[in-house]
């Protein structure tokens, strides 16, 4: 884990391990523009992707990648190839090899315990939930994760929202418009 993100070993065409964040704000998996040359990956298709900030990308697609982790393979006919490690690793303080997103997420069961910094991933036959928490419905929108509940406010009074999921960003909460009042200019 770094920064509250984490970061798990992935097997990339067999070869690695490589380090992907886990990452349920992204749309796709990635590997990095450099990870994939060094692998050989050949890539078309060039586009402009964009995140959080205001800066784009330049990516391309991958073919044929094989992504391995905790025993679990996740093929890819087509995959995100993009500059992840030259746009984020500054700011993460390490390398970061690739993202796993939403393709991930939606083909696996992922377990994430942030407390005792464990990661299990489950085949969806396989998992059956026994623990005591409480069952949240998620909404998928356009490959990203939200969830509906209310925040309570200081005051005590509760509001309702939609929240994004998104394991990739570095605070545990940021609120915008309508939670938070934007002044006049």
């Known amino acids: 884990m770094n920064a509250n993100k984490i970061y798990v070993p992935v097997l990339v065409n067999k070869t690695g391990p490589y380090w992907f964040m886990l990452d349920t ?3 796709s998996d990635a590997v990095d523009t450099e990870t994939a040359k060094s692998l050989g990956i050949a890539v078309k298709d060039p586009f402009e992707a964009h995140g959080a900030g ?3 990308i330049t990516g391309a697609i991958g073919s044929n990648v094989s992504l ?3 025993g679990i393979e996740l093929l890819q006919p087509e995959i995100d190839v993009e500059p992840v ?3 984020i690793s500054a700011a993460e303080g390490r390398r970061v090899d690739g993202l796993l997103g939403y393709d991930f997420f939606s083909r696996f069961v992922v377990q994430i315990d942030y407390a005792h910094r464990q990661v299990q991933v489950l085949e969806p036959a396989a998992f059956h939930y026994t623990g005591t928490g409480e069952s949240i419905p998620l909404k998928v929108i356009r ?3 939200f969830i509906s509940t209310y925040l309570t406010m200081p005051n005590g ?3 309702p929202g939609s929240f994004l999921v998104d394991t990739g960003w570095r605070s545990a909460l940021t609120l915008t418009a309508p939670f938070v009042g934007i002044p006049a200019l």
């Open 25 to 27: 704000g992204s749309w």
């Open 54 to 56: 205001e800066k784009t």
């Open 68 to 70: 391995e982790f905790a």
């Open 157 to 159: 009074k509760r509001v």
């Open 85 to 87: 490690n030259a746009a």
């Open 143 to 145: 490959g990203n994760i």
